[in-house]
């Protein structure tokens, strides 16, 4: 079975562009999340899908972030424009849909560094 | 609010030594609570998880952890640590009053000298 996948795995942009992180859950996985960590930090929650809908955003930082779930597969999220505070690994992980034991399994992460 | 805390940001042990990393954490009702870890150059992993039952949990590679409910505890243990231990360990809770929503400790860094 694959695991979570994520594209790309380093990314370094300048500050104003646009960067889109793309996430491919585990087929059958209705629980999509989006986690982020600055260097040296906590993870931090950034926003959950189940299926296609956002169950939570939270924990987006600003409306610099755009992250989108079209057919309930991969995922999508963007950033623009990109601000040097917003380097860090982001990662994203999926569960299956149901209320025991939600254990959600991680993918290796996108590197973001905006110089 | 919910949170995690983990006590140390960083250990370093030698070899044999015996392991203990101390979580705790706030969140309302009941709780599923899990260790990850992330070997270096490497994704996150599950390393063992609580969710209901005996509160001393087995994981893989020779860990454990147990559940102190009275005291919002889920201590991370190993009897004798080797060097591919070395890692980063994370604490992690999610409940059904967050809408299941996974919060992470800070980590901690484990150095295991050879």
């Known amino acids: 079975e694959a695991g979570v996948t994520q594209f790309p795995s380093h990314s370094v942009i300048e500050k104003g562009q646009t960067v889109t992180l793309r996430c491919d859950p585990i087929s059958g996985h209705d629980n999509l999340y989006w986690y982020r960590r600055v260097m040296g930090k906590e993870i931090k929650f950034l926003l959950h899908?189940?299926?296609?809908?956002?169950?939570?955003e939270s924990g987006m930082p600003n409306n610099r972030f755009l992250a989108e779930r079209t057919g309930g597969t991969y995922s999508t999220l963007k950033v623009q424009p990109a601000e040097l505070e917003d380097s860090g690994v982001y990662f994203c992980?999926?569960?299956?849909?149901?209320?025991?034991?939600?254990?959600?399994?991680f993918g290796e992460g996108s590197w973001l560094t905006v110089v | 609010a919910q949170s995690v805390s983990q006590h140390n940001h960083h250990v370093i042990l030698s070899e044999a030594a015996s392991l203990e990393l101390g979580c705790n954490y706030s969140?309302?009702?009941?709780?599923?609570l899990f260790w990850y870890v992330q070997y270096p150059g490497q994704h996150l992993q599950l390393l063992l998880k609580?969710?209901?039952?005996?509160?001393l949990v087995k994981g893989i590679k020779g860990f454990e952890a147990e559940f102190i409910k009275s005291k919002f505890s889920f201590n991370l243990r190993k009897p004798s640590v080797q060097w591919s231990d070395t890692a980063e360990y994370f604490c992690?809770?999610?409940?059904?009053?967050?809408?299941?929503?996974?919060?992470f400790g800070a980590g901690t860094r484990l150095f295991v000298k050879a």
């Open positions: 969140y309302g009702g009941t709780v599923n």
């Open positions: 899908f189940v299926k296609e809908s956002k169950q939570d």
């Open positions: 609580y969710f209901s039952g005996d509160p």
């Open positions: 992690a809770v999610n409940g059904y009053t967050g809408g299941f929503k996974t919060i």
């Open positions: 992980a999926s569960s299956h849909l149901g209320t025991a034991g939600n254990t959600i399994y």
